[in-house]
């Protein structure tokens, strides 16, 4: 079982951005696609972006296509997504996990976007 641990949320104005990064406990991280995902109020949580296992292939929701990129280091045990041209409606809290999803969530991070 991974625990997972999201960091890297925080206020930010439109249009700026924010690098959120998880870290993984566990050897086995390196084995596992990951993937963010989102919750904001009143929601339920959604898909953001997914990532392989190598960091090879890499896929987006519509809505944050073009804006975010999901990275890797297996080294450190650690996946990213980095967010630019951050909107209001990305405002959300931030989680991670195995996709599909094998472990249980983490707290996520708060991610609000002011207008």
């Known amino acids: 079982q991974m625990q997972l641990v999201e960091s890297g949320g925080g206020l930010v104005q439109a249009g700026g951005s924010l690098r959120l990064s998880c870290a993984a406990s566990?050897?086995?991280?390196?084995?596992?696609?990951m993937g963010w995902f989102r919750q904001a109020p009143g929601k339920e949580r959604e898909f953001v972006a997914h990532?392989?296992?190598?960091?090879?292939?890499?896929y987006y929701a519509d809505s944050v296509k073009g804006r975010f990129t999901i990275s890797r280091d297996n080294a450190k045990n650690t996946v990213y997504l980095q967010m630019n041209s951050l909107k209001p409606e990305d405002t959300a809290v931030y989680y991670c996990?195995?996709?599909?999803?094998?472990?249980?969530w983490g707290q996520g991070t708060q991610v609000t976007v002011s207008s």
């Open positions: 996990n195995a996709r599909p999803q094998a472990f249980s």
């Open positions: 566990g050897r086995t991280f390196s084995s596992y696609a």
């Open positions: 990532i392989n296992w190598s960091g090879g292939v890499t």
